[in-house]
């Protein structure tokens, strides 16, 4: 399976700022997501990044927010914009390297803490 | 979308078997069905895949009766390390996670 990492791998953040989270994987891949998993809740899913075109954001979430970008088929990067504590989460990014069986696989995470 | 449910919590001892079930009664004809292991402060882990019948890997094996409209993870002999989350999905255009089974093995 593909190897994903993420940047960084948790934060601390004050209320307001921007904190820009990266994933990188190891070979190319087509299918790519975004998601948030708030303490002691299952994971949601916030977008599916498209490469070379914009994010296809769920209901709840929009671009203004959690802006995405998606310039290749090996990394992307999710936003969260003038954050609160409400956003403190872990964020994780996934991909899907066979369109048929679609097997998921998450990176590591980035645990967000936001003051 | 189809949905699924899952027990909430499950506690089980070191070295029993553990059979968690999941129902998902709208599961559509090329639906694969996926369970995921999470650990703290982890991203999900992929466990096993199934269509139907019976699946088994290294980890774990997968029950899918005919009508596929329920599946039931089976973990032999369980460590204390399979303490985690467990995650049943069935795989459509988008993947949905449910609440999940937090499965706790005791000594």
């Known amino acids: 399976s593909a190897v994903i990492s993420q940047k960084p791998s948790r934060d601390i953040c004050q209320r307001g700022t921007s904190l820009t989270i990266q994933c990188q994987v190891d070979?190319?891949?087509?299918?790519m997501f975004w998601y948030r998993q708030q303490p002691g809740q299952s994971l949601t899913l916030i977008a599916t990044?498209?490469?070379?075109?914009?994010?296809?954001?769920e209901s709840g979430f929009v671009i203004d927010k959690f802006p995405i970008s998606r310039p290749n088929l090996t990394f992307s990067t999710l936003t969260v914009s003038n954050m609160s504590p409400e956003d403190s989460s872990i964020y994780l990014c996934?991909?899907?390297?066979?369109?048929?069986?679609?097997?998921?696989?998450f990176g590591p995470g980035t645990r967000l803490l936001v003051l | 979308l189809a949905k699924t449910t899952q027990p909430i919590s499950m506690d089980s001892y070191e070295g029993q078997e553990v059979n968690i079930t999941c129902s998902h009664n709208?599961?559509?004809?090329?639906?694969?069905i996926t369970w995921y292991q999470q650990f703290p402060s982890q991203g999900p882990r992929f466990i096993i895949q199934?269509?139907?019948t019976k699946v088994t890997n290294e980890v774990a094996s997968l029950f899918i009766p005919a009508d596929r409209k329920s599946s039931t993870l089976s973990l032999p002999r369980v460590s204390l390390s399979d303490t985690a989350v467990y995650y049943c999905?069935?795989?459509?255009?988008?993947?949905?996670f449910g609440k999940g089974t937090r499965l706790h093995i005791l000594p």
């Open positions: 996934s991909i899907i390297p066979d369109r048929e069986q679609k097997t998921q696989y």
């Open positions: 070979s190319q891949v087509t299918m």
């Open positions: 990044a498209n490469q070379g075109s914009e994010a296809t954001y």
């Open positions: 709208n599961i559509a004809t090329n639906d694969y």
């Open positions: 199934g269509y139907k």
């Open positions: 999905l069935v795989v459509d255009d988008k993947i949905i």
